[in-house]
Every structure is written in structure tokens, then in C-alpha cells.
């Protein structure tokens, strides 16, 4: 099958070699930054950091040393055994002045 009239009869228009050179250079060009900028980004992969506050810092100091302590099982048993009689017997305001202390101290605020 033949095509006939592709340019409805009308001479093929000529190469401008000026033209295209300059849009292969331009394209070339978008190429070759759009490389670098990949690049860039995959130079310099972003660090995480965390940082704690003094007061967690602390917070872990204490539990660690929580976890550290010495435990007299023979006091511990003799307390459960007083708790689950009903023989204990707790001061109330002894209780609230110790934790006001303890706050105290956590929050260093001087009473």
C-alpha cells in the first residue's frame, strides 16, 4: 500500500542543524542537572540524632540504680505478711510529707 500526499504535495522543509543542535544541548543539559541533583541528595543521607533532657538522664540514673539495689527479702516477706493481716498500719501524714519531699526533690523545688 502506497501513502501518497504526506506533505499534501508541499517540498520536505529542510533540516535547520542550528536549531537541533541546540535543543540536543539544552535536553542534555536538563539531563545532566537533574543527575546532579540526584546525586546530591543521595551524597548527604540525613543523620537521626536524639538528645535526652537532664531530668531523663537522671530518670535513668535512678532507675538503674533502682535496679541495682540490694532487696532484704526478709523484710519484704515480714511487710506481706503484715499487709495481707491487716496489721499494717500506715501514718497518713508521715506518707504525704515523704512524697512531698520526694516531689520535691524530683522537681528541685526547695521546701
Known amino acids: ?4 500526499n504526506v506533505n499534501n504535495g508541499a517540498p520536505k522543509a529542510p533540516i535547520d542543524n542550528a ?3 541546540n535543543q540536543q544541548a539544552q ?3 536538563a539531563v545532566q542537572q ?4 540526584k546525586t546530591a541528595q543521595t551524597v548527604a543521607p540525613r543523620q537521626d540524632s536524639v538528645s535526652l ?4 538522664q537522671q530518670l535513668s540514673q535512678v532507675q538503674k540504680k533502682g535496679t541495682e539495689a540490694p532487696v532484704n527479702q526478709e523484710k519484704v516477706d515480714k511487710l506481706k505478711k503484715a499487709i495481707q493481716s491487716g496489721e499494717y498500719k500506715i501514718d497518713a501524714d508521715s506518707l ?5 519531699r520526694l516531689e520535691a526533690q524530683v522537681f528541685g523545688i526547695k521546701s
Open 1 to 4: 500500500m502506497a501513502i501518497n
Open 19 to 21: 536549531k537541533l543542535n
Open 53 to 56: 533532657t537532664q531530668s531523663a
Open 96 to 100: 504525704a510529707h515523704k512524697i512531698a
Open 27 to 29: 535536553t542534555q543539559s
Open 34 to 37: 537533574e543527575a546532579a541533583a
